[in-house]
């Protein structure tokens, strides 16, 4: 089974609104970390936000929040007044502090693009 | 400014032909990792060094052949590559591999190979 899965391969947005970008994750182990990455057409991967699992308030960057839902297994990304600039793939990524090494497991990503 | 640079940005090469890319980071950091990532995909992993020492390669073959000469130095040895091969590596930093769920990583911009 994914560990991370990001079920929505591409979203449009028009400039200034919010937008939501999902993400459900799967794992055992109660410590772990969840993260968002933006990747612009250039390539570089620039980190957004991150949220521990045993965080009681979810996280919040800027225009960037991370809505998450234990319970759920969910962690999804909401970018608020939407700008050009935010088109780009985002990829949500888990690291699980006892298992799998400490190693990053990335989901397939979500392409954006804002609309003006 | 990337906090982590690698050179070179574009490398066309030969199956026959040795070449290598290098990573640099100055935070610090003690964790490097090479990532290789196809178009619209997500990252790889393909090796990870902690403390300079390798602590992870990801069953990669041989013809990449990573080196740590030290804390702020990233190399990848390639040789005898096949077209498969063409991708985007991607190198990364982190404090360390300590068992933190925060282990943000810090990416370069990455270098676009093409192997003809």
């Known amino acids: 089974a994914q560990k991370i899965t990001q079920t929505q391969p591409g979203m449009f947005v028009q400039e200034k609104e919010a937008v939501t970008l999902d993400c459900t994750y799967d794992?055992?182990?109660?410590?772990?970390?969840l993260f968002w990455y933006k990747q612009p057409s250039s390539g570089e991967m620039i980190f957004l936000i991150y949220?521990?699992?045993?965080?009681?308030q979810n996280a919040t960057e800027g225009r960037y929040s991370l809505n998450f839902q234990k319970a759920r297994k969910s962690a999804n990304l909401v970018i608020s007044a939407s700008q050009l600039g935010d088109s780009a793939m985002y990829f949500c990524?888990?690291?699980?502090?006892?298992?799998?090494?400490?190693?990053?497991?990335f989901g397939d990503g979500t392409t954006l693009t804002v609309k003006p | 400014d990337t906090e982590v640079t690698q050179t070179p940005k574009h490398l066309v090469m030969g199956m026959t032909n040795k070449k290598s890319l290098k990573c640099e980071q100055h935070?610090?950091?003690?964790?490097m990792y090479w990532y290789k990532q196809k178009a619209k995909k997500p990252p790889e992993l393909m090796f990870v060094?902690?403390?300079?020492?390798?602590?992870i390669n990801e069953s990669v073959p041989s013809r990449f052949s990573p080196e740590c000469p030290n804390s702020s130095l990233l190399n990848l040895h390639l040789h005898a590559l096949q077209p498969e091969d063409s991708a985007l590596y991607l190198c990364?930093?982190?404090?360390?591999?300590?068992?933190?769920?925060?282990?943000?990583?810090?990416f370069g911009a990455g270098s676009r190979l093409t192997v003809l």
């Open positions: 990364a930093s982190s404090q360390d591999m300590a068992s933190s769920g925060a282990n943000v990583l810090t």
């Open positions: 794992t055992s182990d109660p410590s772990y970390g």
């Open positions: 949220q521990g699992s045993y965080d009681q």
């Open positions: 990524a888990m690291r699980e502090v006892n298992t799998n090494a400490g190693k990053s497991t």
């Open positions: 935070m610090g950091h003690r964790a």
């Open positions: 060094y902690s403390y300079e020492k390798l602590s």
